[in-house]
Nanobody
Framework: QAQLVESGGGLVQAGDSLRLSCAAS????????MGWFRQAPGKEREFVAA????????YYAGTVKGRFTFSRDNAKNTVYLQMNSLEPEDTAVYYC????????????????????WGQGTQVTVSS
């Protein structure tokens, strides 16, 4: 069972950058495909980015593609979401999620695919 803890959120201005981290407990982190989702006030949780357990495959929502970069360090049991050129529309609580994956290059973009979730970290982008 994975326990996930996000960090790195904060209040920034439009155009700024932030890097979110998600640290996982356990010794099987490299077996998990990982995802980032976000939820803005009054809106449903939405997919942001996904990465395969190997880190070799990534997938992004169209709204963040080209601005966000998802990476992982399996030796540190941590994934990162580098967010550049932030926009007020990126304001949300960001959650990381984990799913045991048999495919080294498989990734998942639906929230129902994931088994474990972190508590979330707030990102606020002012205009």
């Amino acid at each position: 069972q994975a326990q996930l803890v996000e960090s790195g959120g904060g209040l920034v201005q439009a155009g700024d950058s932030l890097r979110l981290s998600c640290a996982a407990s356990g010794r099987t982190f490299s077996r998990y495909a990982m995802g980032w989702f976000r939820q803005a006030p009054g809106k449903e949780r939405e997919f942001v980015a996904a990465i395969s357990r190997s880190g070799g495959s990534t997938y992004y929502a169209g709204t963040v593609k080209g601005r966000f970069t998802f990476s992982r360090d399996n030796a540190k049991n941590t994934v990162y979401l580098q967010m550049n050129s932030l926009e007020p529309e990126d304001t949300a609580v960001y959650y990381c999620a984990a799913k045991p994956s048999s495919g080294s290059h498989s990734y998942y973009s639906t929230s129902s695919s994931y088994d474990y979730w972190g508590q979330g970290t707030q990102v606020t982008v002012s205009s």
